[in-house]
């Protein structure tokens, strides 16, 4: 089971890195549109909607590479302060009421969206560009797969730390910079 856990914790993470290159993307774009615009008032008509695309991909990819990361935002005022049984049995609750049911349906009308735009070889109203976004509209079911796909890696993570009462440490790729002072604090203290 850990080894599937991990499995599908290193996929998420990839594809988050990868995904993580639309921000340098976005800064660039972002930049160019600015020089051309007011150094040489010769705006672009297609910048903007490139960076509505990429800022949508980088968004709707980083779900599931947060999830992995046991980073999105949680009250957990009163959760932290019960047992890890209990808090792996309300996970493993929520994830079957709520988590689930809503990624299918994010998948299933996603698939919608995207084979009608794909059919109609839909482009971009907002501008005289009129760039393709059946691409980008692609990525609505794929992210919410992979978000079903992390569901389930943390549904197995709450069956362990039902069974071990203690969770299973995550695949670590970024840290806070707030972490990485307290452990540099401690290791200072130490010495």
Partial sequence: MIAI????????IWIGRAFGWCILILTFSVS???????????PTVWVFD????MYGALFLM????????????????????????????????LYIVFFFPG?????????????????YQEVSWNS??????????TLIPLAG???????????????LAMK?????????DARETEDMLKDQASKFEAS
């Fill in 5 to 12: 856990i991990h499995s599908i914790e290193s996929l998420n």
């Fill in 32 to 42: 160019y549109e600015v020089f051309v615009r007011y150094v040489l008032n010769a």
């Fill in 50 to 53: 490139m960076m509505v695309q």
């Fill in 62 to 93: 980083a779900g599931p590479y947060a999830l992995a990361q046991d980073t999105h935002v949680r009250a957990d005022v009163i959760y932290r302060l019960v047992p890890i049984r209990w808090q792996a049995r309300v996970d493993f609750l």
């Fill in 103 to 119: 990624m299918f349906a994010l998948v299933w009308y996603g698939m919608e969206i995207a084979s009608d735009s794909w059919r």
């Fill in 128 to 137: 005289p560009a009129r760039i393709q976004i059946y691409f980008f509209k």
């Fill in 145 to 159: 797969g992979l978000l079903i796909i992390q569901g389930i890696s943390e549904c197995m993570r709450c069956i």
């Fill in 164 to 172: 071990t009462n203690k969770w299973l440490p995550r695949m670590e």
